[in-house]
Every structure is written in C-alpha cells, then in structure tokens.
C-alpha cells in the first residue's frame, strides 16, 4: 500500500453520524462537527442526550407560535451544540459550545415531564413542553424520549428547529409533535453556506419543513430572518412564500404561518446595522400575496 493509500485508508473503528447532511465521519472517540455526538465503540451516540443548558417558563407566542394555543406558557428546554454556524446567532453561547463550554446538568426525560406536570398544577396555562434555544435535533433522541411520555401525560410538544436533519430523524418524531417552527433561514444554497451548513442543508429544512405540513397531527409555523444584503431580496421572499404555500396539496397558503423577522447584529455579524423595518415590513407584504398568515417580528 502506497503512502496515499494509507493516508485514505478508513480508520478502524470509524463510524458516520447519519443526523444531518454534514454526514460527519468520526474516529474513535471524535466529536461531531455539532459537538452533541460522538463516536463511541464504532457507534454515534448523542452525548448531549438531557444534558440541559437553559430551562424557561415562557409564552408560547414567544416560540414563536403565533396560532397554536395562544395565551398558553411551555416549559423550554436547551441543551448544547448546533449543526449550523449562523455568523448571527442569538443563542451562540450554547449552540456553539460542546460539553466543557457550557454549564449543564443532565435531566432525564421522566424529571422533566414531572418539572412540566409540577409547572402545570401551580399555573394551568402551562400546556406543554418546547424543544428550543440550541438545535434541539443533534440529540434528538432525547426530544423522541421526552415527546412519548409528555404525550401520555396529557402535554403538549413544541419544536423549535432549523430543520436540517435527515428524513429518518423526522420519521422518529411522527405523531409525537403537536406543533413545530421551523427556521427557514433563506431560500438558496449559498446562503445556507454562509451559515456554515453542509451541502444539501437546504434540501434538508425544505424536506422537514414539507414533512411536518403533510402531518395533520402538527401544527406548522415557519421562520424566516431577514438579513441585510444576504436574504432580503422580494424575488427570494416571493419564492420561498410561493413554495411554503404549495405544500400540503396547496393547503400551505391556509395553514402554515409564517414570520418574517427583523435582524439585530449579534456574535460574528456586527458589520450592519438592524434590517429597516420598512423592508421587513415590505416583505411580509410579499409572502402575503401567496399565505394568509404572516406575522412581522422584533419590529
């Protein structure tokens, strides 16, 4: 075996993580690029599983979700790690920490219904749980373990994702959701790029987000940040309301809502200033002309 046959030889006990399209191949012992699953004995296991960075009583508008149990309070629960790397990340300080970057005390899913179930008998308002704050699907394991006995005990389950996870992960969540945001961050691939996805991560968001709109059981609302200079175009806007509203037979424009949201500089993206409101609310207009629910935000 030549040197370069070495050099690209697998290394034994190498296994691939099949979470999200970053498909990262890990040596033993290695970390994925989300820093929430490791190569332990040949397998990917979610190391971050219950191990929480921020739990929160908060209202459920505040997902957001604007026409799902409205008035309601959830408890929200985050952990650590992300599978993207948005330069304008509110949450960075645990979405882009692993293990020994955030502080975290592991919770198992049967102590967080009871925390949920406890919150619930002091404020009946509280109607359920929301995965949040990180990206809650690098261990989504522990969402589809906590989801099960949430949904017998009577709560709800709110999800908060960018949606860039593959097929099989959302298959695991089916019937145990009640309702989702997902964060579709733009409507082309290099913007997706300048968020540190992997190629494909587009592909991603728009399959969970055509997934969860085929599910009668999950309501959907849809999240979209606009960016100066990077996503705040009408021809992209007009595209991707256009896209949201075909889904689900063309029952997208009724049911799925959407937020158009205003950017405020935050981590790596302090070069410009907030979007102009006027151009957030110009391009809720847009995604207007093709749904019937579109929320502005942050203005």
């Known amino acids: 075996m030549s040197a370069g046959e070495k050099d690209r030889a697998p290394v034994a006990g190498t296994a691939t993580c099949d979470v999200c399209p970053r498909r990262c191949r890990l040596a033993p012992g290695a970390l994925g690029a989300c820093r929430a699953r490791r190569n332990r004995d040949g397998r990917v296991v979610p190391e971050g599983y219950g191990r929480l960075t921020s739990i929160a009583l908060d209202p459920i508008e505040k997902k957001p979700l604007a026409r799902f149990m409205p008035g309601t309070y959830v408890v929200s629960v985050g952990g650590y790690g992300c599978n993207l790397r948005c330069p304008f990340c509110q949450n960075w300080e645990i979405s882009q920490a692993g293990e020994k970057d955030a502080r975290w005390r592991e919770v198992s899913p049967d102590e967080l219904v009871a925390l949920a179930l406890d919150a619930r008998e002091r404020d009946e308002r509280v109607s359920g749980i929301a995965y949040t704050y990180n990206e809650p699907l690098v261990t989504w394991e522990y969402v589809r373990d906590c989801a099960r006995l949430a949904r017998e005990a009577g709560l709800v389950n709110v999800l908060v994702s960018n949606g860039c996870v593959e097929p099989a992960v959302i298959d695991e969540l089916e019937g145990l959701l009640d309702a989702a945001n997902i964060d579709l961050k733009g409507f082309s691939d290099a913007f ?9 991560s587009l592909a ?7 997934h969860l709109a085929a599910d009668p059981s999950c309501h959907l609302e849809v999240t ?5 200079g990077m996503n705040d175009g009408e021809d992209e806007m007009d595209a991707l309301a256009g896209w949201l509203a075909s889904l689900d037979g063309g029952r997208g424009r009724e049911t799925i809502v959407h937020h158009v949201t205003r950017f405020f500089p935050r981590w790596h993206l302090t070069d410009r200033p907030p979007t102009p409101v006027e151009v957030v609310r110009g391009l809720a207009e847009v995604s207007r002309r093709h749904l019937d629910h579109v929320y502005v935000g942050n203005c």
């Open 224 to 228: 979209t940040l606009v960016v100066p």
């Open 204 to 210: 991603c968001a728009r399959g969970t987000i055509e």
């Open 192 to 200: 997706y790029e300048a968020c540190g996805g992997a190629p494909g």
